[in-house]
């Protein structure tokens, strides 16, 4: 079911769903970050990886991600600068510091299959996040021969200082430190992803905060999830919601704002931007 109203009359609806609410459960997709500025392709492609669309021919960060480059050198030289510019740098806008604002003082949680650490940046506490799908800052063996992960800030650094002719030199390219196989990124992609035992710990934490606030008014939010994986959090927040008369579903997302029908009355859906949206809460 859709709904297509008047972006500030929703939003001051939204508001009020906010201040009932006895906890928050925010489930956050690709579109929050896009509002907040982090967009891969345009003008912030072409600033950063002018060289590679020219000597390459993609034409965004994304395909970039995919592209069978010639050597490992060069793949790690162009996944080093996309690792910098989408998780090391921040947004251009405040969307996830208003975000933060609207429920750091409530009982919340947050469920996301966005990589690259914006919520932690804001000032969400990390205890209180399940990066569902991985993190742009851990890397991991490609095997994976276990499940664990390391951080990535210092070798992407120094990718990005030495990188030369789109190439990384050869002895900084990452080795698992057990197996010696080549690293990789820690993204859910295929069966190889490795859920270490912060992952583990994180959805424990999640599926906790949601068994002890069974009955409660709960204020299940999303924003900016598409139907690439609805079975991580659109789907299972509205069967949340119809199983808890007391529940409520909030979904903010440009042209794909929808309920089902069970849920209706308790639901406020809003076609619009996430960023303006937020900024008219306040």
């Known amino acids: 079911m859709p709904f297509t109203r008047n972006c500030s009359a929703d939003a001051a609806r939204l508001a009020e769903r906010v201040s009932e609410a006895e906890c928050v459960v925010v489930g956050a997709g690709a579109g929050l970050s896009t509002a907040a500025g982090f967009t891969y392709d345009g003008g912030r492609f072409r600033q950063y990886f ?4 020219k000597k390459y021919g993609f ?41 933060y604002n609207l429920v750091k003082d409530k009982d919340y949680f947050v469920l996301t299959t966005n990589v690259d650490h914006c919520f932690q940046k804001a000032g969400f506490a990390k205890e209180r996040l399940f990066y569902t799908q991985g993190d742009f800052g851990l890397s991991q ?37 057990h197996c010696g196989r080549p690293m990789t990124m820690n993204l859910r992609a295929d069966g190889t992803f490795a859920e270490d035992e912060g992952w583990h710990r994180a959805q424990e934490r999640y599926h906790s905060f949601l ?5 409660k008014r709960v204020l299940f939010l999303e924003l900016g999830v598409g139907y ?14 119809k199983e ?21 009355q308790r639901s406020v859906c809003i076609d619009g931007d996430i960023g303006e949206v937020l900024q008219n809460l306040f």
């Not at 050597?71 to 251009?92: C, D, F, G, H, L």
């Not at 990535?152 to 002895?171: F, G, Y």
Request: hydrophobic share 35%; aromatic share 14%.
């Open 50 to 53: 002018s060289d590679f669309e």
């Open 59 to 99: 034409h965004d960060m994304y395909s970039g991600s995919f592209y069978p480059f010639p050597s490992a050198e060069e793949r790690w030289a162009y996944m080093s600068r996309m690792i910098w510019v989408n998780r090391y740098q921040s947004p251009p806008k405040p969307v996830y510091e208003e975000l």
């Open 141 to 177: 063996c490609s095997l994976p021969c276990r499940q664990e992960t390391f951080d990535n800030e210092d070798a992407v650094r120094a990718m990005l200082r030495t990188q030369k002719d789109m190439r990384i030199p050869s002895e900084l390219m990452p080795h698992c430190p």
């Open 211 to 215: 068994q002890t606030r069974e009955g």
């Open 228 to 241: 690439n994986t609805p079975a991580i959090i659109k789907f299972p927040f509205w069967q949340a919601v």
């Open 244 to 264: 808890n008369p007391r529940a409520v579903y909030a979904c903010v997302n440009m042209g794909e704002a929808y309920c089902p029908q069970e849920i209706a």
